[in-house]
Structures are given as structure tokens and as C-alpha cells.
């Protein structure tokens, strides 16, 4: 994989949003930054930027000033190679602070040799109805210690279009969920993501995640994508690299401080 022209390809077409939003989703382009934004208000991010010293500030403000009088939770989403390279100094000097740092990785799919293999006793299958996405929803935000605001009703929207934009896995043992994630399938790009993956302590380091990439991989790759892409933690990195996943760059959501 040629790492360069993935992450310009990348940078393009998923920061840039240059195919047509996902269910649940509106984009804006201004001259400097793409905004996409859930149809609901509940959720709104900063995915791309092309700023330098002199345009950064006014930019930064503009965001500032485009969601003060919203209901949005809003994030900027910053990643390593963005300019000007003192960016994350002025998104704090503007009153803004950094989530938990996560890498992007990147897998060229037909580049991967991935098997679900899961442990006894466990069954991983695609998320069928309301009930089990909250159960999933609720699991989830056990592991990390929160949600997005509006996930459901997003999630929702993009399995019931067709065709589906997202599609969701639970691992259950004995009827009790131990794991899940989802798959984003991006329209007019290349590239699926994978999103939200964990496993609930007492299940870890038995394969159960890897499993899910596996999965989730087998399905991006029936949709047509050629690329996977993972934000992420610093558990999960060792994991995904040693599956053949690349780091191409660091990324850090900052938010306002004091907004959770």
C-alpha cells in the first residue's frame, strides 16, 4: 500500500466528504473547513481543514461563532498533518481542549488475510432491530464512558437505507452481549470505516475483536471498498497493525472546554 497516496485519497474523499452525505448527515464547505453535522443537531464535527498562520485564527472563529447559539455537541477533528503546524495551540488559545489522542489506521483490504475466529460459546451476528442497537448503544457507552449524542437515530437511518450506509455487529456469550462495533460505508469514496469496536473487560484478549475487524472487513469488502479505516485507541493499535493495518497519522478531537 502506498501510504502517501492512501492518506491523500483518504484526506479527500472521507475528511473532505466529497461524495453525498449519509443518512442522518448534512455537509457544509466554507473556504477553509467541511463541517458534517447530524440532521437531528445533536452532533456536529470539523472533519477537514486547509488553513495556514494567516487564515487560522478567523477560521477558528467562524466555527466558534457558527455553533454558539446551537444545540450541537461539536468537535474540531485534528490530525497530525494538519497546518499550521501551532493549529492545536490556537484551538486552545480559542477555548477549546483535547479529547484522548487516537491513531489513523489504514488496511488496503484486498491486502489482508482475516478469519472471524471466535472463541466457544460465542456468536457474532449483524444487528437486526431498535432493541438490540440500544443494547449494543448501551454496552458501548459502558466501555468508553459515554456516547455520541443522536448515535441511534443515525445508526438507525443508515441500516434501514438502501442501500444500508452502516451496518452494526453484536458477540454475544450465553445471551449476554460481549462485544460490537460497526461498519460505515462511506458513499463515493473508497474507503469503509470501522467504528466503535470494543469488548467488555472480562472478554478480552480472546480474539473476539479481531473477529469483529474480520467481519466487519468481509462486509466492506462486499460493498465494494477497497480501504478500512480505524481511529484508533492505544489498546487497540497493537492489535490492528499486527493485522496488517497502518499508521498514517495521529488524530485528536478537541471541544469546547467544559462541554463534555
Known amino acids: 500500500m502506498d501510504a502517501a497516496a492512501v492518506l491523500e485519497a483518504y484526506n479527500e474523499q472521507v475528511r473532505g466528504a466529497r461524495g453525498e452525505p449519509s ?7 466554507d473556504a477553509h473547513v467541511v463541517r458534517i453535522l447530524g440532521e437531528d443537531g445533536s452532533w456536529a464535527c470539523v472533519s477537514w481543514s486547509r488553513l495556514d498562520e494567516a487564515s487560522a485564527d478567523a477560521a477558528i472563529a467562524a466555527q466558534l461563532d457558527r455553533f454558539s447559539a446551537a444545540r450541537e455537541a461539536w468537535e474540531w477533528k485534528y490530525y497530525s498533518y494538519d497546518q499550521p503546524r ?24 484486498a491486502e489482508l ?35 455520541s449524542p443522536g448515535m441511534e437515530q443515525r445508526m438507525l437511518a443508515g441500516i434501514a437505507h438502501r442501500p444500508p450506509t452502516t451496518a452494526a455487529l453484536a458477540a454475544s456469550a450465553g445471551g449476554t452481549l460481549v462485544a460490537g462495533g460497526r461498519v460505515e460505508f462511506e458513499p463515493g469514496s473508497e474507503f469503509a470505516g470501522l467504528w466503535g469496536g470494543c ?51 495521529l488524530t485528536t478531537p478537541y471541544k469546547l472546554a467544559g462541554s463534555g
Open 86 to 109: 501551532d493549529l492545536p495551540a490556537r484551538l486552545i488559545a480559542a477555548g477549546m481542549e483535547a479529547e484522548p489522542e487516537e491513531t489513523l489506521l489504514v488496511a488496503e483490504i
Open 113 to 147: 488475510e482475516l478469519e472471524p475466529r471466535l472463541p466457544e460459546g460465542v456468536e457474532l451476528r449483524p444487528v437486526a432491530s431498535a432493541p438490540e442497537l440500544r443494547a449494543l448503544l448501551r454496552m458501548q457507552d459502558e466501555v468508553f464512558g459515554g456516547g
Open 23 to 29: 443518512p442522518g448527515y448534512t455537509i457544509e464547505r
Open 199 to 249: 469488548t467488555v473487560p472480562a472478554w478480552r484478549s480472546r480474539g473476539i475483536f479481531r473477529a469483529l475487524v474480520a467481519q466487519g472487513t468481509a462486509l466492506a469488502a462486499a460493498r465494494g471498498a477497497r480501504y478500512v479505516h480505524v481511529d484508533a485507541a492505544p489498546e487497540s493499535r497493537p492489535i490492528l497493525e499486527s493485522l496488517g493495518f497502518t499508521a498514517l497519522a
